[in-house]
C-alpha cells in the first residue's frame, strides 16, 4: 500500500499535468468491463456538481452512444465548461471473488485495538480495468469503504489552458436521479470515505493511476 505522501504525490502530479490522453483515457475505461458489463464511463459535471451522461444530455438516459468524434467534441466542450467525471475504479463490499482470481490481496494491519476485539471482518474487491485487488480489514478499526452506488475517478477541468484532473467520488442514494461528484481530500481523517489517507483510497488511487494514458 502507498503511503499518505506517495497518495499526495500522485494527486499533485496529475493536478498539475497537461499530458493526460482524455480520448484514449475514456476509451480504455469503456472497455474495461465490470465481470462481463461495461461499467466505467464518462459523465458531464453540471452546475452543483451534478453529473449526466451524453445520453441523458440529449434526454435518453438507456441509449448507447458510439465514442466517435461526436461524442467526443462534447467532451470537449464540456472540458472548458463545468469539467467531465471519468469513471475509473470501483469499491465493493463482500463480493465474493476467490483470492486466486485478485492480482492482489491486501491486509490491513494498522491496528489500534487488541486483537482480541476484532470480530467482523470485511473483504472489499477494488476494481480498475488493470484487474481486481481484495483488501481485508475488520470493521473495528472504523475505516469506511464505498457505497454500491459509488465509484471513483478523475475529475477533469481546462483551466488557463491546462489540464486540471482530482480524484473524486460520484456517488448518489437510492432517491436522487442524478450523481453527485466529491473530490477526495487530504485534510480528512483516515476513517473518511472522501479522505486521501483512507487506505481504500490510496489502493484505488494507485490503481488509477496506472489506467491512465498520457500523451
Not at 34 to 49: S, V
Request: charged fraction near 30%.
Amino acid at each position: 500500500m502507498i503511503s499518505d505522501d506517495e497518495a499526495l504525490e500522485i494527486t499533485k502530479k496529475l493536478e498539475d499535468t497537461n499530458n493526460i490522453d482524455i480520448k484514449k483515457t475514456i476509451e480504455n475505461a469503456a472497455t474495461a468491463g465490470y465481470l462481463g458489463e461495461k461499467h466505467f464511463y464518462c459523465t458531464i459535471i453540471e452546475d452543483g456538481g451534478l453529473t449526466h451522461t451524453i445520453p441523458e444530455i440529449f434526454g435518453d438516459p438507456y441509449k448507447s452512444m458510439k465514442l466517435d468524434n461526436f461524442y467526443f467534441d462534447i467532451v470537449s466542450k464540456a472540458l472548458d465548461d463545468n469539467g467531465i467525471f471519468i469513471s475509473l475504479g470501483y469499491c465493493a463490499t463482500n463480493l465474493i471473488i476467490p483470492d486466486d482470481e485478485c492480482i492482489e490481496v491486501i491486509e490491513y494491519e494498522d491496528y489500534e485495538l487488541n486483537e482480541e476485539e476484532y470480530e467482523y471482518l470485511i473483504e472489499y474487491s477494488l476494481i480498475t480495468s488493470k484487474g481486481i485487488k481484495k483488501f481485508k480489514i475488520y470493521a473495528e478499526e472504523g475505516i469506511k469503504g464505498h457505497e454500491k452506488t459509488e465509484d471513483i475517478g478523475l475529475m477533469i477541468k481546462i483551466i488557463d489552458n491546462n489540464y486540471k484532473a482530482y480524484f473524486a467520488l460520484r456517488s448518489t442514494d437510492q432517491c436522487m436521479s442524478s450523481f453527485r461528484i466529491l473530490p477526495l481530500n487530504i485534510n480528512y481523517p483516515k476513517e473518511h470515505p472522501l479522505s486521501l489517507k483512507n487506505p481504500i483510497n490510496k489502493i484505488l488511487i494507485k490503481m488509477i493511476n496506472e489506467t491512465i494514458i498520457l500523451l
